[in-house]
């Protein structure tokens, strides 16, 4: 089975970086998207950014610019690097798996990141 685990979040000041990492430990076959998830308190979980196996992806608008998504395909680890932080970003980070075969709908615990000054 597939568990994700991730890392890297903390307090960061508006206009600092923050790396996020989502480790899998399984191995997920054929065509599927990690996708980086964040849910602010009393808010709806909202999608940050999506990669694919083949490295293909997407990001929510109000990132494009500021996050880069990335797969390191060796260590099985997805990255969001998280530029110019803002206030607004102040979230819990999700890390969810989805497709493959076996089918594969899987997501880590969160990390929590704190932007202020």
């Known amino acids: 089975q597939v568990q994700l685990t991730e890392s890297g979040g903390g307090l960061a000041q508006p206009g600092g970086s923050l790396r996020l990492s989502c480790a899998d430990s399984?191995?997920?076959?054929?065509?599927?998207?990690t996708t980086w998830y964040r849910q602010a308190p009393g808010k709806e979980r909202e999608m940050v950014a999506s990669i694919t196996n083949a490295n293909v992806i997407n990001y929510a608008d109000f990132v494009k610019g500021r996050f880069a998504i990335s797969r390191d395909h060796i260590n099985n680890i997805v990255h969001l690097q998280m530029n110019s932080l803002k206030p607004e970003d102040t979230a819990v980070y999700y890390c969810?798996?989805?497709?493959?075969?076996?089918?594969?709908?899987?997501w880590g615990q969160g990390t929590q990141v704190f932007v202020s000054s």
């Open positions: 969810n798996a989805k497709g493959g075969y076996p089918r594969v709908d899987a």
């Open positions: 399984g191995v997920i076959r054929g065509i599927f998207t």
